[in-house]
């Protein structure tokens, strides 16, 4: 396969090359793999937020206000702190 880069990612690409001992196409191999992964989880996250969704739409899960949330949180936080 071929990329094409940027001229100024290229030389970013080989300045890195020359710093670390490793080939260019090792680097460009981790970059994609890194964003295929990255990729993966996100739209992992996603889909668990479309269910949490469908959940709240048929009265499975009640929703909690920010208000709500932030009180409880503070109170959670007070109660660690007091002893």
Known sequence: ???NL?????AKLNQLSLETGRAKDEL???AVAG???KLARVRG???RRDRRYDDIGRGR???VSGEAFF???RQRNE???DP
């Open 28 to 30: 460009v191999q981790d």
């Open 35 to 37: 964003y295929f992964d």
């Open 1 to 3: 396969m071929r990329v």
């Open 6 to 10: 940027h001229p100024d990612l290229e």
């Open 45 to 47: 996250m996603l889909d």
């Open 79 to 81: 109660a660690l702190l």
């Open 61 to 63: 899960v009640k929703p």
């Open 71 to 73: 009180e409880n949180l």
